[in-house]
Each structure stands twice: as C-alpha cells, then as structure tokens.
C-alpha cells in the first residue's frame, strides 16, 4: 500500500515537472521573440531618416533662395500660349516681388553718384568630333575707344568716331569654325539684387551666358566689373509699364504710356546712367508699353543713337518692338522660351531642349531664365554637352549679328 503511495508520488512530481517544463519553452521563446523585437526598434530608430521620411510623404518642393523682387515676365489675360502663361501665373507673386523693388528703390537717390553705391529627347550624339572646349574670356577693356560720353546725367553710351558702338565694343568675342553649326544664346535676367543669386550666375555659368542686371541694384559697377571679368556679357534691365500698373509697379523711373516722350526720355537717361560696359537693355514687365508704337518709338531711336542692342522678351504678344527695331534698324532679337517659368529640373530641361529644336530649325535660338539654383544647376550641366550634340552655345551678341547680316 505504501509502495503505491510513494510510486503515485513520484508520477505526479514527474508530471508537474514536464508541465513546468513545458511552459517554460513558450515563456523563453516569448522573452526571445520580444528581445529580438526590441533590437529591431532600436536599429530602426538608430537609422531612422526623418527628412527622407518626410520627403516619402509629400512631393519634392523646390526651394528658391533668391530675392522677392525678382521680376517675372507678364502676360495679357487672352494669350494663346497657355502651357507657358499658365505656368507663369502659378510662381508670379508681384505684390511681394513689387513690394521689394520699392523698398529697394526709396533708398537709390538720384543722379549719377548712385551707381558707385515639350518633353522630347535631345537630339542623339553626332558621330562629327564635338566642338572644342570653351576657352576661358575675361572682357577687359579694349583698345578701341570706350563709347560713353560725359553727359550732365552721366557717363552714357554713344556713338563714337569711327562708328565703334557699345553693343559690339562690349560684345564677348565668339568665333566658330562651322558657320552653320547652330547657335543657342542664353539670358539670365533678375541679376543684382540678390547677392547669393548673382555670384552663383556670375561664378557658376559658362561666360557665354549672357546676364541681365537690374537698375535700382546697389554695387552694380562692382558687379559688372565682376560679370565682365568671368567673360559674360551684360543687358541693363529697363522698367517698362505693365497692364496692371500700379498694382505691379516696377519702380519709381518706370517708362509710361501716360508720360510725353521728353519725360520717358529723361527716365531712359537716370537707367542708362546706372552703370557701363553693356551691349543693351530688355524688359520683362512691359507688356503694355511694349504694345505702343507711339511710346516705343523715341525710346528706341534713343537706344539706336547709343548704338545698343534690343533683347524683345515677348512681354506681350501684341508687342511691337519687333517690326519697330527693324523699321529703325535697331540691332534686336527676339527670346524664344523662357525655360523657367516652372522651376523644376524636368521643366527646365525640356525647354533647353525644345531651344536646341528651335536653333537646329532656325539656325539660333535665344532662352532666357532666372537665377534660381535650379536653374543655374540645370543649365550649366546642359552647357557642358552642348558641343557634344553639335551646338554652340552663344553670346547674344553673336545671335544679334547673325540676324543683322540676313
């Protein structure tokens, strides 16, 4: 009796140990699992990439570091470009942009002393050898007489004996072996008030860009010194009045329609003054000044006696300068693409590339964009490899001379 006591005993303590046993293995592999877990948090927070994370959640935003006051170029409400004015109502901002040029603006004081203050591939590779290697050119003063006078107003362009004019004296030289390889100029307008985005233009873009500087810039002969000296040639930028002035208001020296011609002209003389060593002016804000022969005209007989250049931006569609600069023989030509009305790399690429279309069918094309970062980014890895592709990239200069022989 007692045996089976103690046998019956010794079976229980048996299966309460192989009971005992058999939790402890969930237990262990539950503490195992839950350690392995736990590792795997904390090598995930280690590693965790708060910006890429928010970059997976949204779409990519361009950021543009560069002044308000940069101006965009307008359009009329009935335009039938709508992919590109579309585009330009989507970044313009003028109540900002315009409210910059006034602040700016109210601290330039008159007079001369101021100025010291389509998604297609590009064409494939052609089998003929690339063009050479842009050669490094600095626009230093030339043996030939500077075309400027001293005139109560200032230091301004003219005409000087001999018929050396500014906008061929100031031209950034430009030689080809191929006269018939095609021709791109590129314009960089905004420059100048914006000191981050007008080093980057002037260090970063090939000299054979073409800059556009702003008037009510301040340091703009330190500027223009330094343009000229990476081998850019330089625009002046002239206010011309807008549909909706003065809600958009580019500054207190703007050319109206509503002024006589001798105040228009007296305006003219306080831009041109601004600085020296351009080729000749344009505008982005002129779309209904530009519509105005009557306006227009002795602006541009001035511009001719001064022997500059006219770069049309198409402000307005309805835009007369055009057939007026060729009626006075005013050394012009007109833009092609804007190519960054909307600042994206695939935006920008496509216009660069619908400009190598346009110059293989015209013979020349002219883009003009802004210093945005991506832009500048953009164009000059596009620039690189433009020989490649059996283009050559251009001073406006070479593009103006070029329509003047046809």
Do not use: C
Request: charged share 25%; net charge negative; glycine share 6%.
């Amino acid at each position: 009796m007692a045996r089976r006591a103690r046998s019956r005993s010794r079976r229980n303590r048996r299966d309460r140990q192989d009971g005992e046993r058999r939790l402890d293995v969930p237990l262990i592999v539950g503490v195992a699992l839950f350690g392995i877990f736990l590792g795997l948090v904390g090598w995930a927070w280690l590693f965790f990439d708060q910006q890429a994370y928010e970059t997976a959640r949204k779409p990519p935003v361009v950021v543009v570091d560069i002044s308000p006051a940069l101006i965009i170029p307008e359009a009329e409400e009935d335009v039938e470009d709508k992919d590109v004015f579309d585009e330009e109502k989507e970044i313009a901002q003028p109540e900002e942009r315009t409210a910059e040029v006034r602040r700016t603006t109210e601290r330039v004081p008159d007079g001369p002393e101021s100025a010291e203050a389509s998604e297609e591939p590009a064409e494939p590779v052609s089998p003929l050898l690339p063009l050479p290697e842009e050669r490094e050119v600095t626009l230093a003063p030339t043996s030939q007489p500077d075309p400027v006078s001293n005139e109560p107003e200032g230091p301004l362009p003219v005409i000087v004996p001999g018929g050396h004019v500014a906008w061929q004296v100031h031209a950034r030289p430009f030689e080809i072996t191929d006269p018939g390889i095609p021709r791109v100029a590129l314009v960089i307008a905004g420059l100048g008030l914006s000191q981050a985005a007008t080093e980057a233009a002037i260090q970063q873009l090939p000299g054979a860009v073409t800059l556009v500087f702003v008037p009510y810039a301040h340091n703009l002969k330190d500027w223009i010194a330094q343009a000229r000296a990476a081998g850019h040639e330089v625009l002046l930028e002239l206010p011309m009045e807008p549909f909706d002035y003065p809600d958009r208001d580019p500054g207190p020296h703007t050319l109206l329609t509503t002024l006589d011609s001798e105040e228009n002209l007296a305006r003219l003389g306080w831009l041109l003054d601004r600085f020296t060593g351009y080729v000749g002016v344009t505008s982005f804000m002129g779309a209904k000044f530009t519509t105005s022969a009557e306006a227009m005209e002795p602006i541009f007989t001035e511009l001719n006696d001064r022997g500059l250049l006219y770069l049309d931006s198409k402000a307005s569609r309805n835009s007369v300068a055009s057939d007026l600069a060729n009626e006075l023989e005013l050394p012009s030509v007109t833009s092609d693409r804007f190519i960054d009305l909307q600042a994206s790399r695939m935006a920008i690429d496509a216009r660069l590339f619908e400009l190598e279309r346009i110059a293989k069918s015209a013979g020349k094309a002219v883009g003009v964009g802004f210093p945005y970062p991506v832009t500048i980014e953009r164009v000059s890895r596009w620039a690189r490899a433009l020989g490649k592709r059996r283009y050559a990239l251009a001073p406006l200069s070479a593009v103006v001379k070029e329509v003047s022989q046809e």
